[in-house]
């Protein structure tokens, strides 16, 4: 049997929320999904094979960084990002336009794309749909991201239209550089990005577009930008339902446990966040319980695991006083350490949540967690 180029099938539903598999050349997704970031082709003080051991099946890289540095045309030489980081299975790849519209004052946005200053060493480059989608090539990503503007929060109804309507025409010139990519897109996905700020009818008018082009999956963008759990979430209720049902959806950016587990009842996917492994590397611990923060001096002789009952190498063998130890002196292991555990509890926490689903029992399963980690976290 011939693996699909993309995949996606649904196995159970509970209300909005659902769980599934994206099958691709390179594996197969569990949905929903958390995607470690890898920005610089490295999940930061993870090993490949130890964050496959946390359970994630796909992890997330960063265009931005890897076209300058190492570079893209590099990367190809090289074999593509897969065999350059040693990770075998899937990829999906940013479009590098979060990014570089974040540098502010270093960039010059127009119709073409977005000129902007590297922050490494401030040479110039110009980031188009066109080369935003041949960077993701010569990359290797098994999904590749269009390319599209980040509105800023908050934003004007006007604003924001004006810049929805500029990434639906990205998106459509990313669709077609994506479709001229030969043997690549015959292997890789492409998805496309709603836009729309928090005003409803462009939401709408974003999704219509995005359909008449046409995209293996799509996102949700422009959320977690500083709008809060309660905006996002308001948000969520009207945008989500806008996708198709038979495509994967996918929250860019996000997010805290709570985010991700509010958002998986609204029915999204996927999702990708730097917090789990840039909290490890500061100290701060996620747990049922809520999130901890190992530098705290009540740890300092406390001989119990991280966070009790949890199977993850790190709270199988090491106490809480020993990674305070390490945190406060600075050692490479604690950032290490830390971060094994908390990639551990986001693979535990969407496991939990497709097993919920499966079992029609996501409300009961999603309001225990809740009141068990925001009580705790509120404390």
């Known amino acids: 049997m011939t693996t699909p180029r993309f995949q996606f099938t649904v196995s159970a539903t509970d209300g909005s929320a659902r769980t599934g598999t994206i099958d691709m050349q390179r594996g197969e997704i569990r949905t929903p999904a958390f995607m470690p970031v890898g920005t610089a082709a ?27 540095r190492p570079g893209a045309e ?12 040693g990770w075998d299975r899937p990829i999906l790849t940013d479009s590098g336009g979060y990014q570089v519209m974040s540098l502010g004052e270093l960039t010059k946005k127009s119709e073409a794309g977005v000129k902007f200053k590297s ?25 590749v991201m269009a390319f599209d503007e980040c509105t800023p929060f908050p934003a004007t109804e006007e604003q924001a239209e004006q810049s929805m ?19 690549h ?48 979430c308001a948000v969520l209720d009207h945008a989500v339902q806008m996708l198709p049902a038979d495509k994967p959806r ?19 996917d996927m999702f990708d966040c730097v917090l789990p492994t840039r909290s ?17 001096a009540r740890f300092a002789e406390d001989r119990e695991p991280l966070e009790p009952g949890c199977p993850c190498p790190t709270c199988s063998t090491w106490s809480r006083a020993y990674l305070h130890h390490l945190v406060r002196a600075g050692e490479i292991l604690g950032a290490m350490l830390m971060t094994e555990h908390n990639l ?35 404390v």
């Open 344 to 378: 551990w509890f986001y693979q535990r926490l969407t496991a939990g949540l497709r097993e919920a689903i499966t079992r029609g029992e996501l409300d009961s399963h999603a309001r225990r967690f809740l009141d068990r980690y925001r009580r705790a976290a509120s």
């Open 280 to 296: 490890g590397r500061t100290g701060q611990a996620f747990t049922l319980d809520g999130p901890i923060n190992i530098r705290n």
């Open 74 to 85: 590099r990367m190809e030489r090289l074999g593509g990002l897969h065999a350059f980081m």
């Open 250 to 268: 996918y929250l860019m950016g996000v997010g805290k446990p709570d985010d991700i587990v509010e958002a998986v009842r609204r029915g999204i």
């Open 165 to 183: 309507e500029r990434s639906m025409r990205w998106a459509r010139r990313s669709r077609d550089a994506f479709d001229s990519g030969g043997e």
């Open 119 to 143: 922050h490494l060493d401030g040479s110039a480059h110009m980031l188009t749909p066109e080369r935003s989608i041949e960077i993701q090539r010569l990359l290797g990503a098994d999904i």
């Open 42 to 68: 490295t999940v930061k003080a993870m090993k490949p094979a130890d964050v496959r051991g946390t359970g994630a099946d796909i992890i997330l890289g960063n265009t931005y960084h890897l076209m300058l």
């Open 185 to 232: 897109a015959a292997r890789a996905a492409l998805f496309g990005i709603q836009q729309g700020s928090m005003f409803r009818p462009l939401r709408q008018r974003s999704t219509d577009l995005l359909l008449e082009i046409g995209f293996d999956g799509y996102a949700v963008g422009g959320l977690a930008v500083g709008e809060g759990h309660e905006q996002m």
